[in-house]
């Protein structure tokens, strides 16, 4: 069965304390892997797409890669405006999109 | 450059009360329209998605149903809500990209059944 597992559950930061939220997949043939940022009450904003492994992508304090069988978002040196809900996505070869149940993010100044 | 619009923002409802979630897009012609249901803890899950005009497909089978009248809008309804409807509702639309379709979210409609 195709699954998304994100890990951990939620993560307290201090501001400019680096770390990596983990998006493990078991799907049948992944054609693309999502990531998002949700903050409470709003809808996910997207952040990137990517495609195949040992690809990487980069945005600010962000940078999300991708193996075959898991994606990091590696946050760096991050600042309490980065506190969101994090969101990853799969695309699977049946054309299904499997979503994760996020990685809460907590920053503290 | 392309904006969806969901409203309204908050909705509490009683139980067997109808309901309507309206979602539009502009700046593109004839996009995928999605509606999802997030429930706290719980990953997204799709409820309904249009590839045209009168075009709706069933992921799940529950109270509610979709209508897509016009190209760029898409209708969230029910006859008579329940408990369990309460969540909070997204709507989205999709572009591909070499290949694989992405989507965008609106902003949400956070439901509470009563």
């Known amino acids: 069965e195709d699954q998304v597992t994100q890990s951990p559950e939620a993560l307290r930061l201090q501001e400019g304390e680096s770390s990596s939220l983990n998006c493990s997949y078991t799907v049948s043939g992944l054609r693309g892997l999502f990531w998002y940022r949700q903050d409470p009450g709003k809808g996910p904003e997207f952040l990137f797409t990517?495609?195949?492994a040992g690809e990487e992508k980069e945005k600010e304090r962000l940078k999300a890669t991708l193996t075959k069988k898991e994606s990091f978002l590696h946050i760096t040196a991050p600042k309490p405006e980065d506190s969101a809900t994090y969101l990853c996505?799969?695309?699977?070869?049946?054309?299904?999109?499997?979503f994760g149940t996020g990685t809460r993010l907590q920053v503290f100044p | 450059s392309q904006t969806i619009h969901q409203w309204p923002a908050t909705l509490v409802q009683p139980v067997g009360s109808p309901l309507s979630l309206e979602c539009t897009v502009e700046?593109?012609?004839?996009?995928?329209l999605y509606w999802y249901r997030q429930a706290a803890g719980r990953g997204l899950q799709l409820l309904f998605y249009?590839?045209?005009?009168?075009?709706i497909s069933s992921e799940v089978p529950q109270n509610l149903s979709a209508s897509r009248p016009q190209d760029r809008q898409f209708i969230l309804s029910s006859k008579k809500l329940l408990l369990s409807d309460s969540g909070f509702y997204l709507c989205?639309?999709?572009?591909?990209?070499?290949?694989?379709?992405?989507?965008?979210f609106g902003s949400g409609t956070q439901l509470s059944v009563l």
């Open positions: 989205a639309w999709s572009v591909s990209g070499q290949g694989v379709e992405k989507l965008f």
């Open positions: 700046g593109t012609s004839n996009p995928n």
């Open positions: 996505a799969v695309r699977a070869n049946t054309d299904k999109l499997i």
């Open positions: 249009s590839v045209g005009i009168g075009q």
């Open positions: 990517l495609y195949s």
